[in-house]
Every structure is written in C-alpha cells, then in structure tokens.
C-alpha cells in the first residue's frame, strides 16, 4: 500500500469512527458504516477493504458486521499471523460473519498466555474471557473455568461473566452473586497467594453447581 493510500485510509478511519483513543475507549461504533445505503455504502466497503490491506483489526470488524463476505479470505490471512487482543477481534470478526466453532482455539490460545505486567491488565487474555462467550463448545468451557483462576481480578470477574452468559443466566453479573465475588475478587490488590487460589477452586465449585441448576 502506498503512503498515499495508507494516509487516506487513516484519514477515513478518523472521520468515521473517530480517533485511536475514542476507539479504544468506547468500542468500534461499527453503526457508523452498518446503518449507510447506496453509494455511501460502496464508498464505506471500498475504504474498509483498503484498510483490511493494510492489515486493520477494526477494518475488519467492520467488514463483518457489514457482512462482507468477500473480505474473509483476508482475514483469515491476518489472522494467521496475528497475536493477543488482535487475534482474538480477528477470530470474533470471522466467527460473527460466520459461526465456525473451531474459531475458538484462537481466543484459547490466547487465554494461556503467561501473566505480564501490571495484575489489573492482562488485556489480551481478558478480551480472550469476554469474547469465548460466544462460543458453546467444551473446550472453551474449560478455557473459562480456567481464567476463573487467572491472576488479574478483570479476567477472572469476566469468565465468570462470560460463563454465566453461555448458560443462559438472565443476569449474568457477577456482583448478583456474593459468595461468587468474594471468592473472585480477592486479594484486592496483591499477587493471588495459595489461599486465594484455593478461592478461586472454590468459586469454579460454585459456577459448576449453578450450570448443573440451569440444565435440570
């Protein structure tokens, strides 16, 4: 892609969805390309696949929520050679154009990377947790009965979100349930000790006893 294409590309992508920051801040606005009609539409398809060249996530994530389907090959390209939290939108991107269970390995993967860092980030890992609930398979059941252990308090509070969520629970926050959250959310800011990881055994107890209420 040439500085020409790539600045014009970067110009579009501001204007429409706004900065880097408001991006990371407020999430992907992908309205702002879904809701267009006509040549605008066409207008949008052309920029977003000029992103997606220029190996984009958020192109990407547009292109499937435009349920761009020409563009999956490209993804699926990016994908191969993409890591953390981007492989993890990428993998998403090409599991909400079209539901493909074996997509989940990718978000598997990168739930098992080892813990760096500041406690409270774990970014990758903890948008592994939120996005392996759209996924039904055993595996990446087991992948978020994991986290539930995973040193950030953010991760282990959104797999226990995220499996709630897969088994149907109306409301699946975590603060609805008490012993759960005492249980997830220790300690309050040191490195998890032998004591909380004994909690956290204790709390993928309490998570499987309210799967086994939902089945009967």
Do not use: N
């Not at 909400?96 to 990758?124: C, E, K, Q, Y």
Request: glycine share 6%; proline share 5%; net charge positive.
């Amino acid at each position: 892609m040439t500085d020409d294409r790539r600045t014009q590309w970067l110009a579009w992508k501001t204007a429409t969805f706004g900065d880097g920051y408001m991006i990371w801040h407020d999430g992907l606005d992908v309205e702002a390309v879904t809701r267009l009609r006509g040549a605008a539409r066409k207008i949008a398809l052309e920029m977003l696949r000029l992103g997606l060249a220029h190996d984009d996530e958020h192109a990407a994530q547009a292109l499937s929520a435009m349920r761009d389907h020409s563009s999956a090959p490209a993804m699926r390209a990016l994908l191969a050679r993409s890591e953390g939290s981007t492989r993890v939108r990428l993998a998403l991107a090409l599991h909400f154009l079209r539901r493909a269970p074996t997509l989940a390995r990718h978000l598997i993967d990168v739930s098992r990377t080892p813990a760096d860092g500041p406690l409270w980030h774990g970014s990758a890992r903890l948008d592994a947790a939120i996005g392996l609930r759209h996924f039904r398979g055993r595996a990446d059941e087991a992948a978020l009965l994991a986290a539930v252990g995973d040193p950030a308090y953010l991760v282990r509070s959104h797999a226990c979100e995220s499996l709630l969520h897969r088994w149907g629970v109306q409301r699946p926050e975590l603060t609805r349930y008490p012993k759960l959250f005492e249980l997830v959310r220790a300690p309050a800011e040191d490195p998890p000790d032998a004591a909380a990881y004994a909690g956290y055994d204790r709390a993928r107890e309490l998570l499987l006893a309210i799967k086994a209420r939902r089945a009967r």
